[in-house]
């Protein structure tokens, strides 16, 4: 069975402070994901990664910074957290077409 | 880039009734088209998916059905039951593979 897993479930931060979300799949897949999503605009790409060190915009990634070192783990960083960036954010995993989902992690920035 | 359209954005069906939704893509390159189901406090899973050179797929109650030309895809439902209420995603990938654009989402409330 793929294991995606995220490092938070819950998270409650304040405005301006730098913030971690981490992801780790044990499938050796080389596609890694980070989206965010919100009620009535679905599941937005925020930025992804084919192989270690390698990184691509998505389609929303003003505000945010990513980091693979590993190919097992894909981090997301907010540099300076905002009220905005308040959401739900789901990393995945996957070979090609096929994506596996983490259990998301709730961040709220107060 | 690719633009996909998801509708209703709501839907409510008595169990045992058919359910069906519909999204639009824009970029005729898509090739692939997957559909995640989302349960309350869950992550989403791919429940079927589709690919260009097939017009339609099926699994037991749920049926993907696929029309390039005029570049929409439907899921259906049918012989609905309580635990077919969820979030649905549809979503379309162009040959490169790896990126997925998402559509908004359907809730499905399935009623006893």
């Known amino acids: 069975d793929v294991k995606v897993t995220q490092s938070s479930r819950y998270l409650v931060k304040r405005t301006g402070e730098k913030v971690f979300l981490e992801c780790v799949q044990d499938?050796?897949?080389?596609?890694m994901f980070w989206y965010r999503q919100d009620p009535g605009l679905g599941l937005r790409l925020i930025y992804f990664s084919y192989d270690v060190k390698m990184k691509e915009k998505g389609d929303i990634p003003e505000g945010y910074s990513v980091s693979r070192e590993k190919k097992e783990r894909f981090s997301l960083i907010l540099e300076s957290a905002s009220t905005n960036q308040t959401s739900m954010y789901l990393c995945a995993s996957g070979v090609w077409e096929t994506q596996y989902f983490g259990p998301g992690t709730r961040l709220l920035v107060l | 880039g690719e633009n996909v359209e998801q509708h209703p954005s709501t839907l409510s069906v008595q169990e045992g009734d058919s359910a069906v939704i519909k999204c639009t893509y824009s970029d005729s390159a898509s090739n692939y088209f997957p559909w995640y189901k989302q349960e309350l406090g869950k992550r989403p899973q791919l429940i079927i998916d589709i690919r260009s050179n097939v017009g339609e797929k099926k699994d037991q109650r749920i049926a993907v059905t696929l029309n390039k030309t005029a570049k929409h895809f439907s899921l259906h439902i049918t012989e609905t039951q309580p635990e077919d209420s969820a979030v649905y995603f549809c979503a379309a990938s162009t040959p490169r593979g790896n990126q997925f654009y998402f559509g908004t989402g359907t809730s499905l409330t399935v009623i006893p």
């Open positions: 499938m050796d897949h080389e596609n």
